[in-house]
């Protein structure tokens, strides 16, 4: 969670603000993609009315700033991932031993 945190603070997205006490658009979007990713779950869940229903009931500001379609959610995909690769980049340029990739197809 506080990587998540420390992500949302290096890379904040210009969006509609609503109350600062209740819900952080930054944080929701990288939570909600490590989550998706984590588990597998498919992108068009956030069009599920239930699933909606669950977190609007959780906090009713999330309605506001949960993405409205899976191309949304995609475009979340796309933009974390854009903003780790810079830093998993760096980590691995920075190693201090060789690293070994395999794959197992």
Same mark, same amino acid.
């Given at each position: 969670?506080?990587?998540?945190? &420390? #992500?949302? @603070?290096? %890379?904040?997205?210009? !969006?509609?603000?609503?109350? /600062? $006490?209740?819900?952080?658009?930054?944080?929701?979007?990288?939570?909600?993609?490590? &989550? #998706?990713? @984590?588990? %597998?779950?498919?992108? !068009?869940?956030?069009?599920? /009315? $239930?699933?909606?229903?669950?977190?609007?009931?959780?906090?009713?500001?999330?309605?506001?700033?949960? @993405?409205?379609?899976?191309?949304?959610?995609?475009?979340?995909?796309?933009?974390?991932?854009?903003?780790?690769?810079?830093?998993?980049?760096?980590?691995?340029?920075?190693?201090?031993?060789?690293?070994?990739?395999?794959?197992?197809?």
């Amino acid at each position: 969670m506080e990587q998540a945190f &420390a #992500i949302t @603070a290096a %890379n904040p997205q210009k !969006r509609r603000r609503i109350d /600062p $006490e209740s819900i952080n658009q930054d944080e929701l979007e990288v939570l909600y993609v490590r &989550a #998706i990713a @984590a588990t %597998n779950l498919p992108f !068009r869940l956030v069009e599920c /009315p $239930e699933f909606c229903a669950l977190l609007i009931y959780l906090n009713k500001d999330v309605g506001n700033t949960l @993405a409205k379609s899976h191309t949304d959610v995609r475009k979340w995909v796309i933009r974390q991932y854009n903003g780790m690769k810079g830093i998993v980049r760096n980590s691995l340029y920075n190693a201090q031993s060789k690293i070994y990739i395999s794959l197992d197809l």
